[in-house]
T-cell receptor, first 110, second 116 residues
Framework: SQELEQSPQSLIVQEGKNLTINCTSS?????LYWYKQKYGEGLIFLMM?????EEKSHEKITAKLDEKKQQSSLHITASQPSHAGIYLC??????????FGAGTRLTVKP | EPEVTQTPSHQVTQMGQEVILRCVPI?????FYWYRQILGQKVEFLVS????????KSEIFDDQFSVERPDGSNFTLKIRSTKLEDSAMYFC??????????????FGNGTRLTVT
């Protein structure tokens, strides 16, 4: 199975709070991608991670890929209403085209 | 910035009818994809296409589905005889390369297909 597990399924946070979303695979992740989707719209690429231990940041969003390359986390610092949406991890697994986790629905309360 | 465009944005069709969903991938990309998302569910892989042939397809992509790149710019998904359960958002995506795992997919805004 190329299943990617994301947790939590949904998250409600108060504006200004930090949060973390996780993505776990039972297989080695050769490329790990984070996307954001607003309701009824396409997927917007956020960040890409390839190397074990790699960490990338963009504005207030930081993503990490663990050393074993089987888990990634997305961390948002000081959340804002504009961060609301569905966050999906996508992964290149050897021999398969990109598959996605089920997504984490983030609500940020002002 | 170049983008993937999909038409139409919304398609309503009757059960049993054929539909063609159209996509224009980013011009220098080599790999093309279709995904679908049933309302409230996950984004599911349908098919990938490279060098004018299917490179991978999922179990969803049965004989009712076909893809084509009829010219140098368009990429289409055809459903021959639509069923109610084909109602979903269909996303086209493209990427520059795949082998080095360092090229993200770029997605279109999707076509919402409603089968009545």
């Amino acid at each position: 199975s190329q299943e990617l597990e994301q947790s939590p399924q949904s998250l409600i946070v108060q504006e200004g709070k930090n949060l973390t979303i996780n993505c776990t695979s039972s297989k080695t992740l050769y490329g790990l991608y984070w996307y954001k989707q607003k309701y009824g719209e396409g997927l917007i690429f956020l960040m890409m991670l390839q190397k074990g231990g790699e960490e990338k940041s963009h504005e207030k969003i930081t993503a990490k890929l663990d050393e074993k390359k089987q888990q990634s986390s997305l961390h948002i610092t000081a959340s804002q209403p504009s961060h609301a949406g569905i966050y999906l991890c996508g992964a290149d697994l050897q021999g398969y085209d990109m598959r996605f986790g089920a997504g984490t629905r983030l609500t940020v309360k002002p | 910035e170049p983008e993937v465009t999909q038409t139409p944005s919304h398609q309503v069709t009757q059960m049993g009818q054929e539909v063609i969903l159209r996509c224009v991938p980013i011009s220098n990309h080599l790999y093309f994809y279709w995904y679908r998302q049933i309302l409230g569910q996950k984004v599911e892989f349908l098919v990938s296409f490279y060098n004018n042939e299917i490179s991978e397809k999922s179990e969803i992509f049965d004989d009712q589905f076909s893809v084509e790149r009829p010219d140098g710019s368009n990429f289409t998904l055809k459903i021959r005889s639509t069923k109610l359960e084909d109602s979903a958002m269909y996303f086209c995506a493209s990427r520059w390369e795949r082998e080095n795992y360092n090229s993200p997919l770029h997605f279109g805004n999707g076509t919402r297909l409603t089968v009545t």
